[in-house]
C-alpha cells in the first residue's frame, strides 16, 4: 500500500501491548497513519500504546486535501470527519473498507482520552452507518 497523502511505501508497524497485538500501517515519510477496520478488532482491550513520537498537525488546507485510499483502488477517495472533540483534527475514512487515515500529529492531538478508544468509537460509528 502506498501512503494517501505523500504516496510513499506505507511500512507496517506492529503495536504490541500487555492484551493486544496488531498491525498498522504508518508511513516514514510523512507520519501518517493508516488503519484497516481488521486491525483493529482487539480495539477494546488495548490500554495505552507508546509506540508513537509528539508530533505537529498539518494545516487546514493540508488537512482538506482529498486523499484516495491506500487499500482500495485510487477512485476510492477518503471522506473526513472532525474528531467530536477536538475541531482541528480532521480524520479521514474510507466508506468503502472503512479504513481510517490519521496525518502525523492527529494521532497526538486526539491521545488524551485514550485514542484507540477514540478510533473504536468510529470505527464503531463507521459500521453503524451500514
Ligand atoms: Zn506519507
Ligand atoms: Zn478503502
Known sequence: M??????SELATEKVI???ASFEVDSCTSCGGIWFDKDELTQIDKVIEPTFLEIRKIPGKKTQKETLSCPSCDSFQVLE????PRDKK???DYCPS???IWLDK???EAIREENWLITIGKIFKWLIGKE
Open 2 to 7: 502506498n501512503c494517501p497523502r505523500c504516496k
Open 89 to 91: 483534527v480532521i480524520i
Open 105 to 107: 500529529g492527529e494521532l
Open 97 to 99: 473498507c472503512k479504513g
Open 80 to 83: 473526513k470527519i472532525e474528531h
Open 17 to 19: 501491548d500487555f492484551n
